[in-house]
């Protein structure tokens, strides 16, 4: 059973971008009883719909853990009913932000891939409480940026959240 490193990831980018990686690129998978090796099958879901001020996301996948496409164990948590939209309106680039875990840590060439795939800037900083350790990444016009490790001399005081 693998350690989680979890943390806020960020993106940006065109609106319709940003909707295309919600209902295309994060699927929800369940056990399928009737495979006597339960390997996993993907549920139909509904779209993610809304406006440029907040996006509603499908009931199927509210307070459900999501798996990203693409990704080596990685996955995002809808917590609310819907995400709040921000708007850069000298870029005119949109934002959200998603509840992002992957086990034992974040992969670097995961995100990348996906920020090229879906023309979208990303960011996390994450944490992982077992190994006491922090990834800070950032990836802006599909060009990684920033791939640091982040180490603390006191996990509980230093890291901004030793919980995860």
Known sequence: MPNWCEG????RGKYDNIVRFLNEGINLYEPDTSDPKREYKKVPKGEVSGDTWQLYIP???QNRLCYVEDTRRGFVYYEPDYLVVELDKEKELYG???QYQQAWS??????LKIAQKYE????????????EFGQEIEIVNGV???DNDLSYNDW???CPDPFC
Do not use: P
């Open 8 to 11: 806020k990831l960020k993106l």
């Open 59 to 61: 009931k199927e996948v």
């Open 96 to 98: 959200i932000i998603l």
């Open 106 to 111: 974040i992969d670097t060439e995961d995100l």
């Open 120 to 131: 979208l800037d990303l960011k996390i900083e994450a944490y992982e409480c077992g190994m």
């Open 144 to 146: 990684l940026l920033k």
């Open 156 to 158: 509980f005081w230093d």
